[in-house]
Each structure stands twice: as structure tokens, then as C-alpha cells.
């Protein structure tokens, strides 16, 4: 079983910044890794991806504010999010696109971490 775990959530200001992380509990080949994340009241929507080529791609709300990376050493991917707004609140989750010795190709979410901007 193939599991992603988030964190680095949580509340603060208008103008600041928070660092998500995402592991991947088990060894794997990671096609693509994305955020996405769900408002209340909203449909899940993306936020960033990147390849396995270091290729990244932004949803235009964050572009300039938002940027992803990753460890692949480490299985691990990142979202730096400067110059928040309140409009950013969301759960965000982690999501991995991968290939997996006993599983084949598959894909895998996380449980979601809670970002909250105050005004």
C-alpha cells in the first residue's frame, strides 16, 4: 500500500508563507507529483504539478506566488507558497501518479493538510 502524507499546514496572515511537504511511505517511481486543493463548499482543484523531469506546471492563481519541487531521493514533494491570500485557504493534498514493484501503475492521494489565511 502506497501512502502520502502532507504537512506543513496551518493558519497565518495574509502576506506570509508556509511550506507543504508530502512523503511517500514506501519505494516508488513517481511519474508526476501534484497539489491540489479543495475549499469549503468547492470542487478539488490543481494547484501545481511536477515530472519526473523536473518539468512544473501552475494553475494561474498561484503563479508567481507558488512554486513546487522535489526530492526524488527521498520520495518527498514540496510546495513553497509565498505572498499568501485568503482566497488560498483550502485543504491542500499531495497526489502521485507512480509505478510500484507489486502494484504496477497506480495512483495515490493524501489525507490533506489545512491551510488558513487570515485577513
Known amino acids: 500500500q502506497v501512502q502520502l502524507v502532507e504537512s506543513g499546514g496551518g493558519l497565518v496572515e495574509a502576506g506570509g508563507s508556509l511550506r507543504l511537504s508530502c512523503t511517500v511511505s514506501?519505494?516508488?517511481?513517481?511519474?508526476?507529483q501534484a497539489w491540489y486543493r479543495q475549499a469549503p463548499g468547492k470542487q478539488r482543484d490543481f494547484v501545481a504539478s511536477?515530472?519526473?523531469?523536473?518539468?512544473?506546471t501552475y494553475a494561474d492563481s498561484v503563479k508567481g506566488r507558488f512554486s513546487i519541487s522535489r526530492d526524488s531521493a527521498k520520495n518527498m514533494v514540496f510546495l513553497q507558497m509565498e505572498n499568501l491570500k485568503p482566497e488560498d485557504t483550502a485543504v491542500y493534498y499531495c497526489?502521485?501518479?507512480?509505478?510500484?514493484?507489486?502494484?504496477?501503475?497506480?495512483?495515490?492521494w493524501g489525507q490533506g493538510t489545512q491551510v488558513t489565511i487570515s485577513s
Open positions: 514506501t519505494s516508488i517511481f513517481s511519474f508526476n
Open positions: 497526489y502521485t501518479d507512480f509505478w510500484h514493484k507489486d502494484l504496477g501503475r497506480s495512483d495515490a
Open positions: 511536477i515530472s519526473n523531469s523536473g518539468a512544473a
